[in-house]
């Protein structure tokens, strides 16, 4: 269960308002002013979940997600960005590059941000629990240590490339659709959310990275969705 979260941002009201919330609902919460200092906390704090500005100085909340990704053992942690500016789908598909998990838009309210640290939870959780090592034509995919491996050479995905393509072989031979694919690896309600351009450029780059020998097994069907053969 995830307990512990780090927070960061500049505006010192925002910070203890949000911390005060978050303590009030069980959570136990460490805080950081900058990016820099956040770096440090963690380390020292082992957070299960990161929530950062995205506007700071220094080092700034995109740069502090990366940060905190390549560090030796945070891989898995999620990190949440929250921004005060309207972001574009194409901004938001580059910080999902960068390792981030969800957005959140300034203002947002308390209810929101908690509805999101859910989600976020659930998700982290439905893959924490695939512990099996995957092993299909040379790929060795490891769901513990978040890892894909292909003849022996490590292949770098990004978090909702590795988690595509975790759920691809999970579900082998059987066709995924575009609703279930946003909301199991995005966490998007498809309700309210059902574009596929997201998923199709996350499946073109994951195709590419793992070459056309292993890419070529992941086949679309037109309006449809996707699946591993």
């Known amino acids: 269960m995830f307990k512990k979260i780090l927070l960061v941002d500049d505006d010192a009201l925002v910070l203890n308002s949000t911390r005060r919330y978050l303590e009030e609902r069980g959570f136990a919460v460490a805080c950081a002013e900058n990016g820099s200092e ?27 997600c990366r940060a905190i990704k390549e560090t030796e053992g945070f891989a898995g942690v999620p990190v949440i960005i929250i921004s005060g500016h309207k972001i574009s ?15 959140i838009l300034k203002p947002f309210s308390f209810p929101v941000l908690l509805a999101k640290l859910k989600a976020v939870m659930k998700r982290y959780e439905a893959f924490s629990g695939k ?23 490590v292949i770098k995905l990004t978090r909702k490339e590795f988690d595509l393509l ?3 072989l999970t579900e082998e031979g059987r066709l995924l659709g575009i609703p279930y694919l946003l909301e199991t690896v995005w966490g998007y309600d498809p ?13 073109s780059s994951l195709r590419k990275k793992l070459g056309p020998e292993i890419g070529d097994h992941i086949t679309s069907v037109t309006g449809h969705g996707y699946k591993f053969e």
């Open 191 to 203: 309700a309210s959310y059902n574009d596929p351009h997201t998923v199709g450029v996350h499946v």
């Open 38 to 64: 956040a770096v440090a906390v963690a380390r020292e704090s082992r957070p299960d979940l990161v929530i950062t500005d995205a506007e700071m100085k220094g080092l700034d909340g995109f740069a502090l």
């Open 89 to 103: 789908e194409e901004d938001i598909l580059a910080g999902y590059n960068r390792g981030a998990d969800d957005y």
């Open 131 to 153: 512990t099996a090592k995957i092993s299909r034509f040379g790929m060795v995919v490891d769901p513990e240590n978040r890892t894909v491996a292909i003849k022996g050479e």
């Open 166 to 168: 975790t759920v691809l």
